[in-house]
C-alpha cells in the first residue's frame, strides 16, 4: 500500500512527543498529525490544543480505528509497546513505535510476525540513523576512509541517579531493565548501522548501588563487521563520558552517541572534524524518510527487523542477571539470580 500523503495518530503524547518526535509529523513533507490520545483524555485535549491537532482520545483503540488516521506512532513506555502494536497490526495500519522496540526480544518478534501477517511495514524510533553525524560516519567508513575496520570500543558513564528521579526507566515492568535499554539501545543500533549486525555476543550485568532492582552495570564483547569489539555501561559513576571509537587500518573515528561534538576522522594525513549538531526536532530525519517509505519515494534505515536485532543483543547481556529473558520476568525480581541488596557497604 502506497499513500499520497500520511495522516498520523498519536499514543501517548507525552514528553518525549513536545519537542523531539510530535512536530515531525507536521514538518515532513507529505504528512499530517491527525490525532493524539493520552489515557488522561484532558492532557490529550491540552496537547491536540496547543499543537493544532484536530482530534484527541482517552482511549487507543479509538485512536487506532479512526478512518482519518492512515498510521500510528507509539510513544508510551516499552511495557505497551507490543500490546499497542499488535492492535495496530490488526487493524491494518502501518505502526512507527518508540526504542527500545519492545522489552525483550520475544516480543519484538511477536510485533515482527504480526506485521508480516497484516503486510504491513513496522518501524522503530533509532533516529540516529537518519542525523547528519552518523551519516557521515557512515560514508566515511563506506568510502574507506579508516581502511578495513580492525576494532570498534564504547564506554558510556553517567553519574548515580536514584529510582525516584528515573521513574519508569528503572522499572522493568515498564522498561524491560534498567538504563541499559533505554540508552544503551541507541548505541547498540547505531553500531549495527555502521559496521553490520553482532555475532559472537557475550555479556555480563550487575547491580553494584541496590539503588533500585534492574541492573546499573553491562559489559559486552562482540564481532561487527568483521572486527572485534566491547562496549561498557556504568550508571553509577562519579562522572559522565560517551564515547565511541572506531578502529581501521589506516585510521580511526570518534565520536559519542549522544553529544554534538564534531565527528572527528584521524589518518596519516592529519586530523578532520565534522559538525555534529543535531537538529531541533531530532526525529524529524527519521519520520521523513518513514513518510517517504509508505508514500513509495525511498526507505526507511529504521525497521521491525533491525530493531530485533538490537534487542537480541540486549537480552543476551542481561540474561543471567534476570534469571532468563523468555519470560515475564518482571514479573518474579526475587527469583533474579544476580538480585541486589546484598550487601550494605554498597548503598553508601
Request: charged share 20%; glycine share 10%; net charge negative.
Amino acid at each position: 500500500m502506497k499513500f499520497e500523503s500520511v495522516r498520523w495518530g498519536i499514543i501517548g503524547c507525552g514528553a518525549v512527543t513536545e519537542v523531539k518526535s510530535g512536530p515531525g509529523f507536521t514538518l515532513a513533507e507529505g504528512s499530517t498529525l491527525q490525532a493524539v490520545m493520552r489515557r488522561n483524555a484532558a492532557l490529550a485535549e491540552d496537547y491536540a490544543r496547543r499543537h493544532n491537532v484536530p482530534r484527541w482520545y482517552g482511549d487507543a483503540d479509538a485512536l487506532i480505528h479512526d478512518e482519518s488516521v492512515d498510521a500510528v506512532y507509539i510513544a508510551t513506555p516499552p511495557g505497551s509497546h507490543c500490546n499497542y502494536a499488535l492492535r495496530v497490526a490488526q487493524a491494518g495500519k502501518p505502526c512507527y513505535v518508540e526504542k527500545p522496540m519492545a522489552r525483550t526480544h520475544a516480543e519484538c518478534a511477536r510485533m515482527n510476525a504480526a506485521f508480516e501477517s497484516a503486510q504491513m511495514p513496522l518501524f522503530v524510533a533509532f533516529y540516529r540513523r537518519a542525523l547528519p553525524r552518523f551519516v557521515t560516519a557512515k560514508r566515511l567508513i563506506e568510502e574507506g576512509r579508516i581502511g578495513m575496520l580492525s576494532g570498534v570500543s564504547y564506554r558510556m558513564t553517567r553519574t548515580r541517579r536514584g529510582a525516584d528521579t528515573l521513574g519508569w526507566r528503572v522499572q522493568a515492568a515498564q522498561a524491560g531493565g534498567g538504563l541499559f535499554l533505554d540508552l544503551g539501545s541507541h548505541t547498540l543500533d547505531i553500531l549495527d548501522w555502521l559496521l553490520g549486525p553482532f555475532e559472537d555476543v557475550a555479556g555480563v550485568a550487575l547491580n553494584r548501588t541496590g539503588d533500585y532492582d534492574v541492573e546499573d552495570g553491562v559489559a559486552l564483547s562482540f564481532r561487527a563487521g568483521g572486527a572485534i569489539g566491547t562496549a561498557s555501561w556504568n550508571f553509577a559513576a562519579a562522572h559522565a563520558e560517551d564515547l565511541i571509537i572506531i578502529e581501521g587500518t589506516q585510521g580511526r573515528l570518534q565520536l559519542s552517541t549522544f553529544g554534538q561534538e564534531p565527528l572527528r576522522l584521524e589518518t596519516a594525513g592529519g586530523e578532520e572534524t565534522f559538525a555534529g549538531e543535531n537538529p531541533r526536532h531530532v526525529q524529524a530525519p527519521l519520520i521523513q524518510t518513514i513518510v517517504n517509505d509508505l508514500r513509495g519515494l525511498g526507505t526507511c534505515p529504521s525497521n521491525g527487523t533491525s530493531a530485533a536485532r538490537t534487542a537480541r543483543v540486549m537480552d543476551i547481556a542481561l540474561e543471567s542477571y534476570y534469571g532468563g529473558r523468555h519470560d515475564e520476568f518482571w514479573t518474579r525480581p526475587q527469583s533474579w539470580p544476580a538480585a541486589p541488596h546484598t550487601a550494605d557497604n554498597t548503598r553508601q
